[in-house]
């Protein structure tokens, strides 16, 4: 049953006259307990997609399409009911947890701070919810009193886990929770969080440059690139049998493959190439690839993709 559905999203950002198309029709659908992984290069859009489900844009933005979460359009909601989603409903793990948590507060009174605000107890009971949290994200809760300065990368993202799973939500947006970690760490972290997920029947949306972090967890894969999604499938097919020539690049650039890179240049978001966003470097482009823009189109089971390679079966949008 799906849980959270976007339909055409569009972002686009003012950046000093340019229009700077950060999401540019963006289809996309999370099931219930399913673990969703998003994935492109640095700058193709990802973490811009999970901003918009938190309603967490700058003012400069023009965004379209729809949202829908239990019926309602986030997209359309006033402020004060998405203070009322945020955490409870939909929870959200911000980038660089070094960045993202408040240095001059312990890490007890940060995961305090969401029962404080959205349940309203006292500061004794927030404390102990806190130190339940430390417990289950596999930390000791006499380090509650400490400062974020004071935690390893690792450490510190199992605090930024348990900020965000601290009120159960239905989903929870992770954007590239393993950056900077070394592979043990990684799965470390991985491993806690798709067993924390799945024990409490949360959805979660990955994001991540790393095809092997989502090779790890994911049920299905959607691959962005310049803004569009290219390719959506289940993750276990993407990664063995990947259908659009974007995807099969990514996939030869994994150092297990051999490191090669793919040719080229991302586009810029502000003056995208006409036709197939992905044609300049494309191994397998042709003359219709400039001209026209694919859709994306259903070719098998559950999988779709955005290339002329490909005949239409069942449309994507």
Do not use: W
């Not at 993202?100 to 959205?118: C, D, K, M």
């Not at 102990?128 to 417990?135: E, Q, V, Y």
């Not at 886990?161 to 947006?173: D, E, K």
């Not at 003359?287 to 823009?293: A, R, V, W």
Request: contains cysteine; hydrophobic residues 35%; glycine residues 10%.
């Amino acid at each position: 049953m799906t849980l959270l559905r976007i339909e055409d999203l569009r972002v686009y950002f003012n950046a000093r006259g340019r229009i700077v198309k950060a999401n540019d029709g963006v289809d996309l659908e999370i099931e219930e307990t399913e673990i969703l992984g998003l994935i492109g290069e640095t700058g193709c859009g990802k973490s811009i997609l999970g901003r918009a489900i938190m309603g967490l844009l700058s003012e400069n933005v023009e965004i379209g399409g729809r949202i829908i979460y239990k019926g309602e359009n986030l997209l359309e909601l006033c402020e004060a009911r998405m203070r009322q989603i945020r955490g409870k409903e939909i929870g959200m793990m911000l980038q660089n947890p070094s960045t993202s948590l408040n240095p001059v507060l312990t890490v007890g009174e940060q995961i305090a701070e969401v029962y404080r605000y959205h349940e309203g107890v006292g500061k004794e009971e927030a404390k102990k919810k806190a130190a339940d949290m430390l417990k289950l994200v596999g930390m000791d809760p006499k380090r509650m009193d400490e400062y974020p300065h004071q935690f390893s990368g690792g450490m510190k993202q199992r605090v930024m886990i348990a900020i965000g799973l601290a009120l159960n939500p239905r989903i929870l947006i992770a954007d590239e929770p393993t950056t900077g970690l070394d592979s043990s760490m990684k799965k470390q972290i991985l491993d806690l969080m798709s067993g924390l997920i799945k024990s409490r029947d949360v959805s979660m949306l990955l994001i991540t440059h790393d095809l092997e972090v989502a090779k790890g967890v994911c049920n299905r894969i959607a691959v962005m690139y310049a803004g569009e999604l290219l390719e959506i499938a289940p993750a276990e097919k993407l990664l063995s049998e990947p259908k659009h020539p974007y995807t099969q690049d990514l996939l030869d650039s994994l150092p297990r493959m051999g490191l090669n890179p793919i040719p080229g240049e991302s586009p810029s978001l502000s003056s995208p190439p006409a036709g197939c966003r992905f044609h300049p470097r494309c191994r397998c482009r042709s003359d219709k690839c400039s001209e026209k823009h694919p859709d994306m189109i259903g070719i098998e089971a559950e999988t779709y993709v955005r290339c002329f390679l490909y005949k239409n079966d069942k449309s994507k949008g």
